[in-house]
């Protein structure tokens, strides 16, 4: 197909679900006959999967356990899996440099992570995610806030108590 002086050729493969397509275009100099440009594109198939962050258990003042589920409702690969997690409510993504990312070992189905050397009284805010199929999957994000320091000693928690 030539526009002007441009032209463009498309040209696709399918096998196993999956779709390549390779778009060259170029400004051509009828003159001298040469190229200036080509660009490629690739299509894949879509991820069919959800992700699911649960609420963060075994909360103490420096640690927390975080649970995740991944739904996959087709053949697609999980790749990588695990949990993002700061102190500030912001928007929690995996290419933010300010977040904390914790990968896990399963590659679908339930997972956890136990978090350490958190901060006393203070709200830590989550969220599960997964990469399959060039996507990337997030769950809800949602928040704890770790024990005070000294809590369950029976003098700083403010809990009732009583002496014999």
């Known amino acids: 197909i030539y526009e002007g002086n441009a032209g463009y050729?498309?040209?696709?493969?399918?096998s196993n679900g999956y779709s390549a397509a390779t778009f060259?275009?170029?400004?051509?100099?009828?003159e001298s006959r040469s190229v200036y440009y080509e660009q490629s594109v690739r299509c894949v198939k879509d991820a069919n999967f959800t992700v699911?962050?649960?609420?963060?258990?075994?909360?103490?003042?420096a640690a927390a356990t975080l649970?995740?589920?991944?739904?996959?409702?087709?053949?697609?690969k999980i790749e990588e899996c695990g949990f993002i997690?700061?102190?500030?409510?912001?928007?929690?993504?995996i290419n933010d440099k300010n977040v904390k990312i914790i990968k896990c070992e399963s590659l679908g189905?339930?997972?956890?992570?136990?978090?350490?050397?958190?901060?006393?009284?203070?709200?830590?805010?989550?969220?599960a995610y997964a990469k399959g199929n060039y996507n990337?999957?997030?769950?809800e994000t949602l928040s704890?806030?770790?024990?005070?320091?000294?809590?369950?000693?029976?003098?700083?928690?403010?809990?009732?108590?009583?002496?014999?």
Do not use: H
Not at 52 to 61: C, D, F, G, L, P
Not at 85 to 93: F, V
């Open 67 to 76: 649970f995740a589920e991944i739904d996959i409702l087709d053949d697609t």
């Open 85 to 93: 997690y700061r102190e500030s409510s912001d928007d929690l993504n």
């Open 24 to 30: 060259n275009s170029w400004n051509v100099d009828f």
């Open 109 to 127: 189905g339930s997972y956890s992570t136990a978090l350490t050397s958190l901060k006393p009284n203070m709200t830590y805010y989550f969220k």
């Open 52 to 61: 699911t962050t649960e609420e963060a258990k075994n909360v103490t003042q």
């Open 144 to 164: 704890f806030k770790t024990k005070t320091s000294g809590s369950g000693d029976g003098f700083n928690d403010g809990g009732d108590y009583e002496w014999e």
């Open 9 to 14: 050729f498309l040209w696709s493969a399918t």
């Open 136 to 139: 990337t999957r997030y769950g």
